[in-house]
Each structure stands twice: as structure tokens, then as C-alpha cells.
Nanobody, 123 residues
Framework: QLRLVQSGGGSVQAGGSLRLSCVDQ?????MAWFRQTPGKEREAVAG????????QYTDSVKGRFTISQDNTKKTLYLQMDSLKPEDTAMYYC???????????????????WGQGTQVTVSS
């Protein structure tokens, strides 16, 4: 059974940092992180091309979040710094079906999801 296994997350005060991890069974051309709050659609946070390390971010996290990967460990990371209360959400790692810049960040074209991990930022 294909799986993405997440770890990390938790609760932190505004301005703090957290790191999320996601272990894959396979090496993939691209990976991404999404987040979702109750009543809202799942939104892309960051995506990365694993062969080059080239990354893209949604505007609200640019300069604060960093997506990276360790190809030898097949592990994806999301380092989240300067966290804000509005970053509070369930975060999901994702294996996109397509690795162009648009569809990599589209929740509708994700092939496989991690189980999700809660991030809570208090003011």
C-alpha cells in the first residue's frame, strides 16, 4: 500500500518555528505541501522539484517557510519560521500526479496524500 508518512507539527506561539517531515516509499519528480482549515479548500503551501531543489511558494509564506528534501532518505521537509496565527491548519504532504508548476500546486491533481498533521499557532 502506497503511503506518505508525516511527522512533526504541534503547537507554538506566534513567531516560533516548527518543522514537518514526510517519508515516501519512492523517489518522485516533485512533492508538495498543502494545508487546510475547517470549511475551506485545501491550499498549496509549497512545491519542490526533487532533482534540482527548485521550489515555489504561495505568497503568504514566502520568506518564512522553506521546503526541502533529502533524496537519500526519500524525505520531504517543511521548515516553518516566523509562524503566524493564520498559519494554523492541518498540513498535508502530497505526491502530485503532474509536475508542471501549475498542477504541482493543485489539490485536484494530487496522486497521494499524507495523513495530515495539525499545526496550531497562538497569538
Amino acid at each position: 500500500q502506497l503511503r506518505l508518512v508525516q511527522s512533526g507539527g504541534g503547537s507554538v506561539q506566534a513567531g516560533g518555528s516548527l518543522r514537518l517531515s514526510c517519508v515516501d516509499q519512492y523517489a518522485r519528480a516533485c512533492m508538495a505541501w498543502f494545508r487546510q482549515t475547517p470549511g475551506k479548500e485545501r491550499e498549496a503551501v509549497a512545491g519542490i522539484y526533487t532533482s534540482t531543489g527548485s521550489a515555489q511558494y504561495t505568497d503568504s509564506v514566502k520568506g518564512r517557510f522553506t521546503i526541502s528534501q533529502d533524496n537519500t532518505k526519500k524525505t520531504l521537509y517543511l521548515q516553518m519560521d516566523s509562524l503566524k496565527p493564520e498559519d494554523t491548519a492541518m498540513y498535508y504532504c502530497a505526491a502530485p500526479l503532474w509536475c508542471d508548476s501549475t498542477r504541482m500546486m493543485d489539490a485536484n491533481t494530487v496522486e497521494l496524500w499524507g495523513q495530515g498533521t495539525q499545526v496550531t499557532v497562538s497569538s
